[in-house]
């Protein structure tokens, strides 16, 4: 007996804008910054393209010495374009990054 053929994969590239920002909603900045938002083009598309994505920041709980913290932070407000409301973040945080920040 033959055994039945595997569902097709589905389009995850294909996903419409707001369900794919419900999704980033949902992980957080740093997830986004870190690999969600580079999964395909329509993928960087919506999360460097909306702004509102980006309006409160939270990367409090994923200070890694490996990264460069700041250049994510950075990221992230440049992102919001002019609508950060809430920023959180420990250890890494410089004057220099809030005067960024407070430019923007």
Same mark, same amino acid.
């Given at each position: 007996?033959?055994?039945?053929?595997?569902?097709?994969?589905?389009?995850?590239?294909?996903?419409?804008?707001?369900?794919?920002?419900?999704?980033?909603?949902?992980?957080?900045?740093?997830?986004?910054?870190?690999?969600?938002?580079?999964?395909?083009?329509?993928?960087?598309?919506? !999360?460097?393209?909306?702004?509102?994505?980006?309006?409160?920041?939270?990367?409090?709980?994923?200070?890694?010495?490996?990264?460069?913290?700041?250049?994510?932070?950075?990221? !992230?407000?440049?992102?919001?374009?002019?609508?950060?409301?809430?920023?959180? !973040?420990?250890?890494?945080?410089?004057?220099?990054?809030?005067?960024?920040?407070?430019?923007?």
């Amino acid at each position: 007996m033959a055994s039945p053929s595997p569902s097709p994969s589905p389009d995850w590239a294909g996903l419409p804008d707001d369900a794919l920002l419900t999704v980033f909603e949902r992980l957080g900045a740093p997830e986004v910054l870190m690999g969600a938002g580079v999964v395909c083009r329509n993928w960087l598309r919506v !999360a460097t393209g909306e702004p509102d994505l980006w309006r409160r920041v939270d990367l409090s709980d994923c200070f890694d010495p490996t990264i460069d913290m700041v250049a994510m932070a950075c990221a !992230a407000v440049d992102r919001a374009d002019g609508r950060l409301e809430h920023f959180a !973040a420990d250890c890494f945080v410089t004057d220099a990054l809030l005067f960024y920040m407070a430019k923007r």
